[in-house]
Structures are given as structure tokens and as C-alpha cells.
């Protein structure tokens, strides 16, 4: 095998180089070598290369937490893995001891190194994962499917805990990838109504192909007076998907309505009227990344009744991220496949 690979390193300060780099070793009895099948731009890796940085990353490593992976070489101490095999990796890393790992709420472990945010990840040609995060995948299901793994993962562990009733009226605050899976799955459960409030034409357009029923451009409509309007009071169920918009959230609820607040924007200042939660006696909680929803993530897209095709707006190699990291800043992209 070769000796370098390309890699996108983050220098830090907004900065990332495509460069040759060693490929990586197993340096320890329970890892995994892992050749790179694909991988995928998140709003993380967009959020990391801000300037002021919106997401925290060590400088040095290797970017990426979504991607799928064949086994190249197995440790001593992951006999449940051989060559050959295709696996999804779960890029979250967690201590099991802490208090919060051993009640089982492991995402929220004290602490947790992520791949692709503080150790090496999925942009390059190989990669050495802990064989504790990887998951056996069918290969009947195509890698740049598979890849969807580790973000519906995430959707799915806080769509379980606000989940519309059938009937129900649903607002999605955000149309880019996140806020399509909310659609997607809300219109699969049953909703009556869903309405998405979305800027970007682009992202307007692949709500409704995901199954939104009203689309929204809250920069030409008063997106308050358009809900109260068509729903008389609110909706039952907002999914906030950007961040920073719970004082919308709050305002477009019905009484008892449910708000569940997903996106992370750690420079939002939301002002809140607590007495409307009180009054009205809204339930809001917060959902952050996956909490053992891998396997259900997976049995979902292996069954293949859960069409996400239309997700995928750019194909390019790895020597291309720039053209993918612009698609997804200007929100010509909803989920941009890299292959190594």
C-alpha cells in the first residue's frame, strides 16, 4: 500500500489545505483501519471554517464526521470486524465511565472527542476509527446512501422525543439538510399540515419535494401572519432546525404545542417571554446529536423505503471540497457527496 494520502487538514482560524499526509496505522489493539468509501459535508465543517469560528475544532486534524468506511485492517481486539466489511462510523467518542455515560445518556458524556472535530476524520483516503464506533452496513446499500447514517441518526434520537401526532400541524424553521429530514419524517408519521420557513429558493424548492404541504420565504412574507392566518391559533409541533429561533418557535405555537430546538448557533441571543411557555404550558426541549439511534438509522435506509436521493445535490472528489464547501455557504446544496 501507498505511504501518503490527500487529506483536507483545518489549520485553524477559518483555514483548511488539501495536502498529502502518512496514511494512518492502528496504533492500538481495538482499532480499525478504515478505506474511505465516501463522505459528506455537514453544517459542522461549514460552521468550523467561520471566521469567527461557530463550532470548535483542534487545528491539525483531518475534517469530516460523516462518512462510510471499508475495513482495511482489524486490531487484535475487534474480531467482530474482517477486511472486506463496510461499516458506518459513528464519530462521537465517549468515555463510558463518567456519570452520564453509565446512566446511559451518552451523548451527553463529559467526556466525549469527536472524529473529524478533534481527532483525524473522514476527508481523506483512509482513516483509524475505534472499533467500539463502527457498524456493519448491507452492501446492498450504496455508500453514498449509507452516508446519511450519522445525520438521520442525530434527527432521529430528537424526532423521538417531539413526535407529531397524525393530524397534527407542523412548522420546520429551516430548510437546509437538517430541517429536510424533519419534513421528511414528519410527513411519514402522519401530519396534517407541514409548513417550512426557508430563505433560500433552492432549499424552498426541495421542502416540497420532501413533502412539505406550505413553503414559506419568511424575507417577502410575514411568516406570523401566514400561520396565525391559515391555523387560526398556531401549530402543534415546531421543529427549530437553524438555531436561533425559539422566539418564533414560542409565538407560533398552540397551547400545549411542543417545540423541539435542534440547530446550534453558539453566537444566538433569543429573546424569550417566559410567561408565554408558562401560560400557554408549552413543552420545549433541546435534542443534541445521537443518543442509540445508529441501528435504527441504518434498518431505516437498509429497507430503503425512506427516499432520500433528492438530498444528494453534488458529486465531487475530494480535490474539489472547495466548490462543495461554497454550494453548501450559499445553500445551492443540501448534501454534497465526496469520494476519495
Known sequence: MKKTMLA??????????LKKVPIPSIEKPDQVLLKV?????????????????GHPANSGIILCHE?????VEVGKECSGFKPGDWVAVDPNITCGCCGYCQAGKHNMC??????????????AEYNVAPGSQLYKLSKSLKPELAVFIEPLSCVLNAFRKVRPNPGDKVLVLG???IGQYFILLSRVSGAGKIYVSEPMAFRRMLAKKSGADRVIDPSKEDLEKVILSETGEGVDV????????????????????????FGQNQQAKTRIKQNDITRRELSIVGSYIALHTFPEAIKILETGRLKLDHFITH??????L????????????????VFP
Open 37 to 53: 468509501l465516501v463522505a459528506s459535508i455537514c453544517g459542522t465543517d461549514i460552521q468550523i471554517l467561520k471566521v469567527p469560528s
Open 238 to 261: 415546531v421543529y427549530d432546525a437553524v438555531g436561533s429561533l425559539a422566539d418564533i418557535a414560542i409565538k407560533l405555537s398552540v397551547r400545549g404545542g411542543r417545540i423541539l430546538l
Open 67 to 71: 462518512f462510510i468506511g471499508e475495513v
Open 175 to 177: 430548510a437546509g439538510p
Open 110 to 123: 463529559e467526556n466525549m472527542t469527536t472524529l473529524g472535530i478533534f481527532l483525524n476524520g473522514g476527508f
Open 322 to 337: 472547495n466548490k462543495g464547501f461554497s454550494a453548501m455557504r450559499t445553500g445551492k446544496a443540501i448534501k454534497v457527496i
Open 8 to 17: 483536507c487538514v483545518f489549520e485553524g482560524n477559518g483555514r483548511y489545505a
Open 315 to 320: 458529486r465531487i472528489r475530494l480535490k474539489e
